[in-house]
């Protein structure tokens, strides 16, 4: 909805008559001449400098093809437009203008970005294992094994040695009764014929 004219103020910030103040009521002329609605005789201001108008609820500014030209915020513009709180230079005067209603033009103020959460480190467990020293079994000798040959069978038993080579290598003790009993009795019969020999 178009407001009126009245609630748009131009303030003169600079130069000899800083301070003044005019209200734009339809379309505000400035420059240096008498017949300009806002009179600025300041260095660098030509003789019909700007202008400034209201279309509807905006307010808006233009230069008019001055020899030093019209900023805004120190951009030079050709047609701008303006915010209340806006300051603009003609030449060397400068001029703010005032909007009744309208706040200031703000920047945005960025939330600050929440630092991302670093992830909780877990340092590896290693699982440890111990090995137990393995203790090889004893080595019986020839003696305890015929002596555990005796726990198990209650009679004396003779293991065969490998290092023994040849057809009697085989201990006696390992043959039956009868074998035995005939070995007794051939070494009984060639002892008996050496001695009959040795006798003649």
């Not at 009179?39 to 307010?59: F, I, N, P």
């Not at 209340?84 to 939330?111: N, Q, S, T, Y």
């Amino acid at each position: 909805m178009p407001q009126p004219s009245s609630r748009v103020r131009l303030i003169v910030l600079s130069g000899a008559n800083v301070g003044d103040e005019v209200a734009v009521d339809g379309e505000v002329m400035l420059g240096r001449l008498a017949e300009c609605q806002l009179r600025l005789d300041v260095e660098g201001v030509s003789r019909k400098h700007a202008r400034v108008w209201v279309d509807g609820d905006q307010v808006w500014l233009a230069d008019l093809e001055s020899a030093n030209g019209t900023k805004l915020h120190g951009t030079r513009v050709r047609e701008v437009k303006l915010a209340d709180g806006d300051v603009f230079a003609l030449g060397k005067a400068k001029v703010r203008v005032r909007i009744e209603g309208d706040a200031p033009v703000v920047a945005p103020v960025m939330p600050a970005r929440a630092p991302a959460p670093q992830p909780e480190r877990v340092e590896p467990v290693v699982a440890q294992r111990t090995v137990a020293a393995v203790k090889p079994p004893p080595v019986a000798s020839d003696a305890s094994q015929a002596s555990a040959g005796r726990g198990r069978g209650g009679a004396l038993q003779f293991h065969r040695i490998d290092n023994k080579k040849g057809p009697l290598h085989d201990d006696v003790g390992q043959q039956g009764l009868l074998v035995r009993l005939l070995v007794f009795g051939f070494a009984i019969g060639v002892g008996v014929v050496v001695f009959w020999l040795l006798a003649r």
